[in-house]
T-cell receptor
Framework: ETGVTQTPRHLVMGMTNKKSLKCEQH?????MYWYKQSAKKPLELMFV???????ENNSVPSRFSPECPNSSHLFLHLHTLQPEDSALYLC???????????????FGDGTRLSIL | GQQLNQSPQSMFIQEGEDVSMNCTSS?????WLWYKQDPGEGPVLLIA?????ELTSNGRLTAQFGTTRKDSFLNISASIPSDVGIYFC??????????????FGQGTILTVHP
């Protein structure tokens, strides 16, 4: 599925580096999400943006900093990460509105992050 | 808080066999979603259910929205090697200030032996 595109697909970085993950959705959705997926663990929601406003920060450490400049783009800025932050980071988008049926989220293929 | 219990956690089956997995919730849902995640890729939506008792098919896949609104089932008939992957159930997360949040099950890892 090419509706949600994430770059890069793989990233290896040291603990002192600064890098950014990018997500772009071509579906015209108004909500975007960052998830962390570690081995043998359920998907962990990190951040939610509704209509470009951050509406959820799920107790995520400050070394992860999200940015949503418009409804089509979402970034995750990384700095001073720890080895336990190595995981697959997934971006998703959906169309949300009050009083309507819950619309599914559409996912990108993720960025596989490895912290040395 | 909301919890989704998905079972089984893993399945090892022979090609051609049928597969069943289920998901139960601690609260009532008005939507059930089933996703599949192939290795190295993101989850892809398989089936969406919006009505209690609803039975929906997508090829060899059939999913049902339980009548209690607290459970859902996914069946795969005549499995093939490309059915390998992780299957997730998901439902709307109640509470908080965000729209569109989902709660996910822990996933069922399916392995199909040729």
């Amino acid at each position: 599925e090419t509706g949600v595109t994430q770059t890069p697909r793989h990233l290896v970085m040291g603990m002192t580096n600064k890098k950014s993950l990018k997500c772009e959705q071509h579906l015209g959705h108004n909500a975007m999400y960052w998830y962390k997926q570690s081995a043998k663990k359920p998907l962990e929601l990190m951040f939610v943006y509704n209509f470009k406003e951050q509406t959820e920060n799920n107790s995520v450490p400050s070394r992860f900093s999200p940015e949503c400049p418009n409804s089509s783009h979402l970034f995750l800025h990384l700095h001073t990460l720890q080895p336990e932050d190595s995981a697959l980071y997934l971006c998703a988008s959906s169309q949300v509105s009050r009083g309507t049926l819950h619309q599914p989220q559409h996912f990108g293929d993720g960025t596989r992050l490895s912290i040395l | 808080g909301q919890q989704l219990n998905q079972s089984p956690q893993s399945m090892f089956i022979q090609e051609g066999e049928d597969v069943s997995m289920n998901c139960t919730s601690s609260s009532i849902f008005n939507t059930w979603l089933w996703y599949k995640q192939d290795p190295g890729e993101g989850p892809v939506l398989l089936i969406a259910l919006y009505k209690a008792g609803e039975l929906t098919s997508n090829g060899r896949l059939t999913a049902q929205f339980g009548t209690t609104r607290k459970d859902s089932f996914l069946n795969i008939s005549a499995s093939i090697p490309s059915d390998v992957g992780i299957y997730f159930c998901a439902g709307p997360f109640a509470g908080g200030t965000s729209y569109g949040k989902l709660t996910f099950g822990q996933g069922t890892i399916l392995t199909v032996h040729p």
